[in-house]
C-alpha cells in the first residue's frame, strides 16, 4: 500500500518524529489501510491544553488527540485519514512513570492515535479489547523487528 506520513515537530525532537513515523507507517501496514496519508504532529503541554480545551472540554494537557478526516484527495484519489497531535512532556512523564524510554511512549502514542483515525475506540469493553489487541500487535511486530 502507499502510505504517507507528514511529520510536523521541532527540530530537537527529530529522533521522536521518526519513531512517531515508523509507529505510524506499521498501523497503516498492519491495519491494511488503503492509500492515504495522514499527519502526526508532536506538540508541547501549552498547545495541547489549548486543543484539548477546544475539542474535548477538558483544558489539561493530554498524551494524544485525534482528529480523523478520511476525505478523498482530488489528487491521486487517496485517503487522508486526519491528524494524530501527540503532547512530547506528558509522554515524557508516562514513559519515566512506566519505565520505557520516550521513544517507546511516543510509538505507543502514535499506533493509539492512528487506531483512532481508523476507526477503532475504546467506548466499550468489547470495541477496548479490539482496539488494544491491534495496539498490542501493532507495537509487538514493531519491537521485534527493531531487534533484527
Known sequence: MDHHVELRFRTSWRTLARAAGK?????????????????????????MRRLH??????GKPTD?????DDSIEEEGGGRYFGDVI???PVARRQARV????LESEIGLLTVHGV??????????PSSEARMGAAQAAILGSRAREETR
Not at 480545551?53 to 477538558?58: E, F, K, N, P, S
Not at 494524544?64 to 480523523?68: A, H
Open 86 to 88: 501527540v503532547c512530547v
Open 98 to 101: 512506566a519505565g520505557h524510554s
Open 23 to 47: 509507529a505510524a507507517r506499521a498501523t497503516l501496514k498492519h491495519q491494511r489501510a488503503g492509500r492515504g496519508r495522514l499527519t502526526v504532529v508532536l506538540e508541547g503541554e501549552a498547545e
Open 64 to 68: 494524544v488527540l485525534s482528529f480523523p
Open 115 to 124: 487506531l483512532h483515525l481508523l476507526g477503532h475506540d475504546h467506548a466499550d
Open 53 to 58: 480545551g477546544r475539542y474535548a472540554g477538558d
